[in-house]
């Protein structure tokens, strides 16, 4: 283990800042337009299905925290070339790299995609690409703190969002709740499956995890954040349920949004507008985290600076966002991310973890041999 | 890196020029406030729109334009064509319907407004009586601007509970749910005002029949809960206990306000389908006539009773004459699919099921108080 990663206190955040790491990466994109991708399975008992995929985000962060506490202070790349070797480690870690372009990019476009089918139907993709990689560029070059700092600000600014979903209750019945447990498991499971996509942004631990100050309160943060990030998609799950028809859920493509258009204030006459451009703030920490947990990696793997690395990274994305142009890729897109991500994010980390624990305790029996000897 | 910095920034600045958007000046847009579609005499689609033009300098106009082509979008294409100033419909809040329109299939119109992100969920919808074409262009003495006039009528009238709320939300909601078809009120012109005449009830998108004005208090009490309404009834001579008073008359016309309802719904045989409604109104009674002593607490149960009776029977009379047009504009579709597992229920199954339907009208009314004068 001799690749693990020194800091001076600096360059650690607190740990009580994992909270809003964990939280607003996990929050993004996907909360749009979730709710009938996981009804098409799970019909009105969708609900259950967003309980199940939370209830998988807390045991996948479990095995997280306990894989990365055997390292004391090292993150997944570190892990991997550990475990298996230089060669098959590195081949993971960039296989995980890939993984954090492409989330990066899926959030990305799918903003671009909610702006030009809400607001500007004439802006073209690229003026807002190069818009947000811009901003997303100057966050990098902060530093990891400033990041957090974003994450930090993300979720305090973005609070005044959940009471919003009281206004569609006054359109809504509980009869549409019943009855409860109507689907079989089967279809339950496929439903919480079908959560990946939008429940996913909390394996940012596995690279964030050397850069906190007090690690002993990492899974007290950490449960925190997916306990809160369940109640919000929870919440938002229910009042889709009561508020549309099971019809009228299927056809819509931003259930939430759709939700937010009925809200008008006197000074303030479609609310969903502000919603769609204020969303700009929920998405930006987890673009920001994603670029930097590919940093992390490929510093692993090559001699790279920040600024070449993120400009590079970044230029990929844009020409990326230029060839996928249509609704239907972009759905594509999300779909594939959503079947690798169940791989990466929630199966590998327990697999990781049982390969740790063998091996720590094979190690440790070596040692003890070599003691003995 | 630093020394390319500069270079960077002038790679990027042409994009501020670019960037601008498409921009909708007050004064260079017409507001389509009120669309009216019907059947074209030519083309499949003829839509009537209250267009306001802000001018700075007078006061606003509104142009009612009539376009004729096969989908929405060409129509607003085609009254571009005739007017001076760019149409938008960010500010539409009132969809009206040619009665003949509306009796041949609503669904695609319903379709196309829930589709456009720029139409908001909560502009009503209406049937207007005959065609919207008439109602619109009539030169009205004292409405200036109809679009807005519409609009107002509509949404004083749902505030105050005396007509049924239809916004595009919920019509769409309906429209795609299994157990449940759509209402909307029905307008029409009358001498110099606009008025609504009552209810136009649908089956699977299309027009069946129509509700009287004042049936919309019984739709309403099954449909869900009273805040503060207003309603009168009359009770007829079967109805008037005997005793009630010494000289008993052919009828006696009652007004109630500040009338708070909850409904109760249950299944209680799936076969059948058979259900329970049971209705408790709280209510004040402010008219009466002949006078009744309402300080007497016996006189004022058995006012009680009688009046709970009047309304089941009015109540029943309302449901009986939905199912005999198969219109489910109560719910009870929705609500036998949540009460029933694994009932996989479709709108063709639900109406056949529906004809069947029975339900138990009960309803327990409470005068709380009279005015401030016995």
Same mark, same amino acid.
């Given at each position: ?373 | ?163 049924? !709320?239809?916004?595009?939300?919920? *019509?769409?909601?309906?429209?795609? &749910?299994?157990?449940? /078809? @759509? #209402?909307?009120?029905?307008? =029409? ?122 309304? !089941?029977?009015?109540?029943?009379? *309302?449901?009986?004459?939905?199912? &005999?047009?198969?219109? /489910? @504009? #109560?719910?009870?579709?929705? =609500? ?39």
């Amino acid at each position: 283990m001799n690749n693990t990663i020194q800091l001076s206190p600096k360059d650690m955040i607190n740990a009580y800042l994992l909270f809003f790491v964990v939280h607003s990466t996990q929050i993004g994109v996907g909360v749009h337009g979730f709710q009938r991708i996981v009804y098409q399975d799970a019909k009105h008992d969708a609900w259950i299905s967003v309980l199940l995929a939370g209830l998988a985000t807390h045991i996948v962060a479990f095995c997280m925290i306990k894989t990365l506490e055997v390292y004391g202070s090292n993150d997944l790349y570190g892990i991997q070339q550990d475990v298996y070797g230089k060669w098959i480690g590195n081949f993971l870690n960039s296989i995980y790299i890939l993984y954090c372009f492409v989330a990066f990019f899926s959030v990305l476009r799918n903003y671009i995609e909610v702006i030009q089918a809400w607001i500007f139907p004439g802006i073209s993709t690229w003026f807002l690409s190069i818009t947000l990689l811009l901003i997303i560029i100057y966050a990098f070059t902060g530093g990891l703190r400033v990041m957090v700092g974003i994450s930090f600000f993300s979720v305090i600014l973005a609070i005044w969002v959940i009471p919003m979903l009281v206004f569609p209750l006054k359109f809504s019945t509980m009869d549409s709740l019943f009855p409860i447990l109507e689907v079989n498991i089967i279809s339950l499971l496929k439903g919480a499956h079908s959560m990946t996509f939008t429940i996913i942004g909390f394996e940012i631990l596995n690279i964030i995890y050397p850069f906190i100050k007090d690690k002993k309160k990492t899974s007290k943060y950490t449960h925190l954040a997916l306990l809160s990030t369940t109640f919000i998609y929870l919440s938002i799950m229910l009042v889709s349920i009561m508020y549309y028809t099971e019809g009228k859920l299927l056809k819509t493509v931003w259930a939430t949004l759709t939700l937010f258009s009925f809200i008008s204030f006197p000074f303030m006459e479609r609310f969903e507008f502000v919603a769609v451009c204020f969303w700009m703030l929920i998405i930006l920490p987890n673009l920001c985290l994603y670029l930097w947990a590919a940093y992390r990696g490929m510093i692993r793997l090559v001699k790279v600076s920040s600024t070449k690395f993120v400009w590079i990274f970044s230029t990929l994305a844009f020409f990326g966002t230029l060839m996928v142009q249509t609704r239907p890729q972009i759905n594509t897109m999300n779909t594939y991310l959503g079947k690798a991500a169940f791989y990466i994010v929630f199966v590998y980390p327990v697999l990781l973890y049982l390969i740790t624990m063998l091996k720590k305790k094979f190690t440790s029996q070596k040692e003890q041999n070599n003691e003995k000897i | 890196m630093k020394k390319y910095r500069f270079y960077f920034i002038i790679l990027f600045l042409p994009s501020l020029l670019i960037g601008c958007v498409e921009t909708n000046i007050l004064d260079r847009v017409g507001l389509v406030t009120l669309v009216g579609y019907d059947v074209g005499k030519e083309e499949r689609m003829a839509t009537t729109s209250a267009v306001r033009e802000v001018n700075p300098e007078f006061q606003s106009n509104v142009e009612v334009v009539t376009t004729e082509n096969s989908t929405s979008k060409g129509n607003r294409v085609k009254t571009n064509r005739k007017l001076s100033k760019k149409v938008v419909v960010g500010q539409m809040r009132v969809v009206l319907f040619g009665e003949e329109l509306a009796k041949d299939d609503i669904h695609r119109y319903i379709d196309a407004h829930l589709e456009n992100p720029t139409v908001s969920n909560s502009l009503y919808m209406a049937v207007a009586e005959g065609e919207v074409a008439p109602l619109l262009e009539y030169e009205y003495q004292n409405i200036d601007d109809i679009g807005q006039h519409i609009f107002r009528l509509l949404e004083q009238n749902i505030e105050q509970e005396n007509m049924i !709320s239809s916004t595009l939300h919920e *019509v769409g909601r309906d429209l795609y &749910s299994e157990g449940e /078809d @759509i #209402f909307m009120p029905i307008i =029409k012109r009358e001498e110099e005002l606009v008025e609504l005449s009552g209810i136009a009830i649908f089956k699977n998108g299309k027009m069946v029949s129509s509700l009287r004005p004042e049936d919309t208090f019984y739709v309403k009490l099954i449909g869900g809960n009273y805040k503060s309404g207003t309603f009168e009834t009359i009770l007829t001579k079967e109805e008037i206990p005997d005793d009630l008073m010494k000289n008993k008359p052919d009828e006696i016309p009652i007004a109630f306000d500040a009338l708070t309802s909850e409904k109760e719904l249950k299944l209680i045989n799936k076969n059948t389908p058979e259900f329970d409604l049971n209705i408790t109104i709280k209510t004040r009674l402010t008219e009466i006539y002949p006078d009744v002593n309402i300080g007497d607490p016996k006189t004022v149960k058995k006012l009680e009773e009688a009046i709970s009776k009047n309304l !089941s029977r009015e109540i029943s009379r *309302v449901i009986a004459y939905c199912q &005999s047009v198969e219109s /489910d @504009i #109560f719910a009870f579709g929705d =609500k036998y699919r949540s009460s029933v597992r694994n009932s996989k229920l479709t709108k063709e199954k639900w109406h056949e099921l529906y004809k069947n339907m029975k339900v138990n009208v009960k309803v327990d009314l409470t005068i709380l108080r009279s005015g401030v004068f016995e």
